[in-house]
């Protein structure tokens, strides 16, 4: 979800933020360190560890409790991660980069090709080299 989508739920769930300048500072926040994924995740995990019983809407503080808490969570996205490097936060990679991406991209491609010629072909009973 976008970081404006984002406080739009939060406002929606556990009331409107009382000063203007801490919706702000919040969706700044959120808005820097956040993937759209991860602002889903995030919302999530609000939900399951942060009531809103009081109607107090969460601040960066508490953000930052429950991103500790997401960061214990298995990733099972960890594969992605070695080939998508940290230029994301900065709106998107040079042509340098995307060629490097590509070549890790088409070295997994090829990884896995080959271990399933290994895995085929000992099923069949013939070794690969």
Do not use: C
């Not at 700044?28 to 809407?57: C, E, H, I, M, P």
């Not at 960890?78 to 080939?83: L, T, V």
């Not at 998107?92 to 590509?102: H, I, K, Q, V």
């Amino acid at each position: 979800m976008t970081a404006q989508r984002f406080i739009k739920e939060l406002e929606g769930y556990y009331g409107e933020y009382e000063r203007e300048a801490t919706r702000k500072y919040v969706l700044d926040y959120v808005s820097k360190n956040y993937s759209d994924r991860s602002r889903d995740r995030l919302f999530k995990r609000l939900l399951l560890d942060y009531s809103g019983q009081f109607k107090a809407t969460p601040d960066i503080a508490i953000l930052e409790e429950i991103k500790a808490k997401l960061l214990q969570e298995p990733d099972y996205h960890a594969p992605a991660k070695r080939i998508l490097p940290p230029w994301i936060p900065r709106g998107g990679p040079t042509d340098e980069e995307r060629e490097e991406m590509a070549q890790q991209a088409k070295d997994v491609l090829d990884e896995l090709a080959r271990k399933k010629r290994v895995r085929e072909s000992a099923r069949m009973g013939r070794k690969v080299l």
